[in-house]
């Protein structure tokens, strides 16, 4: 029986490409493919894949990201083979921790070995453990530092990679959801604010309203307003003032002991 397969990777020429020697392997069914790591967790969660082949480096939520929202979340884990082109010390982490990888550029030959190796586990009846998986992130964050991960937008009709701590707040109209940071401002691919938030650091980033995600160390000012209401005046060039819900006053209060 063939196995389910999910494949995620920002590069549609490494999905394709991926696509294509699984297919040559009569083993496997895609299921389904996905370019990001929000769309990941969405996938796995709706098909329960046997097995899916995961980037490590994607702009936003990235493959790791992607294995602690799961766990968090408390999702029923697949067999998860990495795609990296990360160095030695990393490899070793996977090998330790029984999970599998493929360096980039893939190898036919290689892709083969991973297949089996997922075959083997499920006839033995074993698999990855979420406590061994988040072993392995926590230990490869701690080895790269754990950098913040860049968020993709839309600018002046190019593709622009922004870090987060340089985003100031989002905001959704019509649909359309703007990113504004300190020296530009641009559209982000998302169809929803919940969609972005998932990409963003939840320490730094805050829904300080339906329409308003903002970043908290980006906050200028913090304006009382109408009726013990409050206005957030960022640090834009605009210095846009951004409204706080009333339901999100209690936690403006929290986050700077009003």
């Known amino acids: ?35 990001n790591g929000v769309e990941a967790v969405n996938l796995i969660k709706e098909h329960s894949p046997d097995l899916v082949f995961l980037d490590v480096q994607m702009p936003g939520l990235d493959g790791f990201g992607v294995i602690k929202k799961l766990i968090d979340r408390k999702v029923a884990l697949p067999n998860v083979i990495f795609a990296t082109a990360f160095d030695q010390y990393a490899v ?3 090998e330790v921790n029984a999970v599998d990888y493929l360096l980039k550029p893939f190898d036919k030959k290689r892709v083969a070995q991973a297949i089996e190796k997922v075959r083997s586990r499920k006839k033995d009846s074993q698999s990855v453990s979420s406590e061994r998986l988040d072993t392995l992130v926590r230990l490869l964050e701690q080895q790269k530092g754990a950098p913040p991960a860049k968020v993709m937008i839309r600018a002046a009709g190019r593709m ?7 985003i100031c707040f989002a905001s959704i109209e019509d649909g359309v959801i703007s990113v504004v940071t300190h020296t ?5 691919n998302c169809r ?4 972005l938030l998932e990409s963003l650091d939840a320490n730094q980033f805050w829904r300080a309203h339906r329409g308003y995600v903002v970043n908290i160390n980006r906050i200028r000012e913090v304006v009382p307003w109408f009726k013990s209401s409050y206005q957030l ?3 834009d060039r605009k210095q846009t ?18």
């Open 92 to 94: 070793k982490a996977f």
């Open 1 to 35: 029986m063939a196995l389910t397969a999910v494949i995620v990777d920002d590069e549609q020429l490494a999905r394709d490409e991926l696509a294509y020697l699984l297919k040559n392997t009569g083993e496997v069914q895609v299921v389904a493919q996905g370019k």
């Open 192 to 195: 929803t604010l919940e969609e």
């Open 184 to 188: 530009m401002e641009g559209q982000s």
């Open 241 to 258: 003032e951004v409204p706080v819900s009333r339901a999100q006053t209690k936690r403006l209060r929290e986050l700077f002991n009003l």
């Open 233 to 235: 005046r960022m640090d």
């Open 160 to 166: 622009m990679l922004v870090d987060q701590k340089d």
